[in-house]
């Protein structure tokens, strides 16, 4: 499944192989949530390079239902997709947007933020949802706790999570789907002891890859940072490692560097939505006025469709203008730097020179930044 | 500039040289009011076909301004389409959208509907944009009057939009631009009389074309083809003729046999956007709860992307998601479904059928519409 070809000191590429095509890691994935990564076509996001693109059990559980998905015979064949899937399980979404829920040994019961139909999530329904959707990789069902979050709860919660864990494997095991990996999601907040903990009894378990999962979720960055430097050097080195909702390019390149494989976040195509584009010379918010009269390319080192057909202006104009093409053009432009961005830092890991290259892109990046707050 | 191909009874068919390339007449011309056919890309448009758009120059006056576009380089480059590009003068705009107007000999005193801001369209100002813009076809500047309208206040809007037209016809002289067409509007209301009147008065001052305005404006269906009737014969066989903001399928169909050389609808689009697609067999309202476990093709007989690609429970999803990609798909299929049916009519033509295959295609179109209705 999972083939490392440069290990450098942390860092290092790889080759994951499904049953949907290879994908190289480092990865940069889409978030499709509801069966479409926002604004963009499956041609979109093979033109910007996306390689593996994720879905959401919860989301497409509630919408349309995994019985119309199971019938359009899963979720490649209903959005189109013919590159690797990866769904996530829906632990974060059933805790963050449904409005009523009750957690217990079994599982969590809910009510749809849609329209306030009662559900009961299980780990052995979430693993048969992921397995009716087909998608190449599934995640666990865990209980992703907030920050901050006392350590007795997040310790109990650690336990629980663990359970659903063993669950989970043995419902994969028993419906036997060859053409599909189980991830683990390490939790344990902020707490290193827990975490651990997490990720040893994961690694007991056995699963095809790690998640850390539970970081992202509004704690100093520096937190993170450590609890990512602890944990990654224990994670067994021939298993993809996968940092769950992250990041910022900055994020990127300093989590690639201790050893992450696999990254998902929304940002790209939400922040276009809003305006923000991300270039190699820093932020650029289009509706600031500057760009009114600005005739060149969004990012002039860009090669995606935006940057090589549309100015500044035009992108500008479009955003004033309310138009939809600008919440497209936008989108695929963050989409395809956030990718590139990854082969990028892929090539600096072949090539021995990561800590270098970061530094390289840091200092254009920051100083980009500095010069759009200024001007 | 305007070549005949083909003229059976009423129907022809035809080619219009331009600046930027040769488009077939008949000819559906999508409708890109600020810079942008509404959700849809220049590729987009390409892939569905469309050899001719439309661009609006009240709108593009105003945001993002004339100056903007002229310092791009022109509308074609500030939009990235390098194809035939007509520009309505706006005259429809000031009377239907702007806040408070004042029309007297010289031009029209409006505010914007943006911002208030206070503006004067004379019709040597509107030629000066669109020469600014750079585009193939520009519009006369003339008044078009609401529906139904007293035959008097009609009249003397007929002379005032013809001294305009003559005073267009003077300044587009002037400016010289040997890359552009101008184009002549005739208006007139119901009225027989003062419609040929306007014709032959335009005819006298000598235009590119003719377009027929001031329909489509609320009257019943048969007052507007029996304007038609009797004007098409009037108008001189060598240049193109041009019915705007016109129409359905079945529209397209009848116009075409009595004439009408070019359209213009922004149905496709708008249609598009709240879930009412064309097919071959009738209109689809996605939003039908029978469409949730449809996994056919939107339109069998349609070859674009989205017909390609998805299915109508993909579609059905999409739109009750509030999806993006819902609205680009479902546009680009009607921008398709309305270009590749003015290639039918025109094929009908060449092969001199066309009222034969207009009600093969009705027969089909209105009987699926009924089957849509009753189930």
Avoid at 115 to 141: N, R, W, Y
Avoid at 225 to 246: A, F, I
Avoid at 294 to 299: A, G, H, K, V
Avoid at 321 to 343: C, D, K, P, T, Y
């Amino acid at each position: 499944m999972f083939k490392i070809i440069k290990n450098n000191n942390h860092d290092r590429t790889g080759e994951v192989k499904t049953a949907h095509g290879v994908f190289k890691t480092p990865v940069f994935m889409p978030v499709g949530t509801q069966g479409t990564v926002k604004g963009l076509s499956p041609e979109d996001l093979k033109s910007a390079g996306a390689e593996i693109i994720l879905g959401n059990a919860y989301h497409l559980y509630l919408r349309p239902g995994i019985d119309v998905i199971k019938q359009a015979g899963g979720l490649h064949r209903f959005m189109s997709w013919d590159r690797p899937l990866l769904t996530d399980s829906g632990g974060y979404q059933v805790f963050s947007l449904s409005d009523i829920r009750r957690i217990n040994e079994e599982g969590v019961e809910f009510q749809s933020h849609f329209d306030g139909s009662k559900h009961l999530f299980t780990p052995e329904l979430v693993i048969d949802i992921q397995d009716a959707l087909g998608v190449d990789i599934a995640m666990c069902f865990d209980e992703c706790v907030p920050y901050p979050c006392e350590k007795e709860y997040v310790e109990k919660s650690v336990d629980l999570s663990l359970r659903w864990a063993e669950r989970c494997k043995n419902r994969f095991k028993r419906n036997g789907n060859i053409n599909q990996f189980l991830f683990g999601i390490i939790q344990g907040g902020m707490y290193r002891k827990l975490r651990e903990k997490s990720l040893q009894e994961l690694v007991n378990i056995g699963f095809d890859g790690y998640a850390i999962g539970g970081l992202s979720v509004g704690e100093p960055r520096e937190a993170a940072t450590e609890v990512l430097s602890n944990l990654l050097p224990l994670l067994p080195k021939d298993k993809p490692r996968y940092l769950m909702g992250v990041g910022t390019p900055e994020e990127l390149w300093e989590y690639t560097g201790l050893g992450v494989d696999m990254f998902d976040c929304v940002m790209p195509t939400r922040n276009g939505r809003n305006g923000q584009l991300f270039t190699s010379s820093g932020k650029v918010n289009i509706k600031s006025a500057r760009y009114k009269n600005d005739f060149t390319p969004l990012d002039p080192e860009c090669s995606c469709y935006t940057c090589s057909n549309f100015s500044r202006a035009y992108l500008a104009h479009l955003f004033r203008a309310g138009e939809l093409l600008a919440l497209r053009l936008n989108s695929l432009h963050n989409v395809h730097f956030m990718i590139n961005l990854l082969a990028n830092i892929r090539l600096s890991i072949t090539n021995g020179c990561h800590d270098e290259k970061k530094k390289e892109f840091l200092q254009k990046y920051i100083k980009g930044e500095l010069e759009d707050d200024l001007s």
